[in-house]
């Protein structure tokens, strides 16, 4: 089983910046893909990015693209979602998932607590 804790959410404005961390335990961080997902007020939650477990393979939403950067340090068993030019419409609670077999909610193993993040205008 994997324990997920993420921090790093806040407030920011518009074209701001901000870095969230995951911090996992329990199995070995570097066996298994990491992901974010996101779910805004009266929205189903939605897939944000992955990285798989050595570093080399992403994939991000298409409202994400040239935006967020993944990326992970297995030493430190954490792995990090960068979101620079911040929009409105990225206000949400985000949520680290790991293990991650696909974009969609059962595909997921484990999630974190969540952390808000809240865009003004």
């Known amino acids: 089983q994997v324990q997920l804790v993420e921090s790093g959410g806040g407030l920011v404005q518009a074209g701001g910046s901000l870095k969230l961390s995951c911090a996992a335990s329990g199995r070995t961080f570097n066996s298994y893909t990491v992901g974010w997902f996101r779910q805004a007020p009266g929205k189903e939650r939605e897939f944000v990015a992955a990285i798989n477990w050595s570093g080399v393979w992403f994939d991000y939403a298409d409202s994400v693209k040239g935006r967020f950067t993944i990326s992970r340090d297995n030493d430190k068993s954490t792995g990090y979602l960068q979101m620079n030019s911040l929009k409105p419409e990225d206000t949400a609670v985000y949520y680290c998932?790991?293990?991650?077999?696909?974009?969609?909610?059962?595909?997921?193993?484990?999630w974190g607590q969540g952390t808000q993040v809240t865009v003004s205008s």
């Open positions: 998932a790991a293990p991650l077999l696909g974009r969609t909610v059962p595909d997921i193993g484990s």
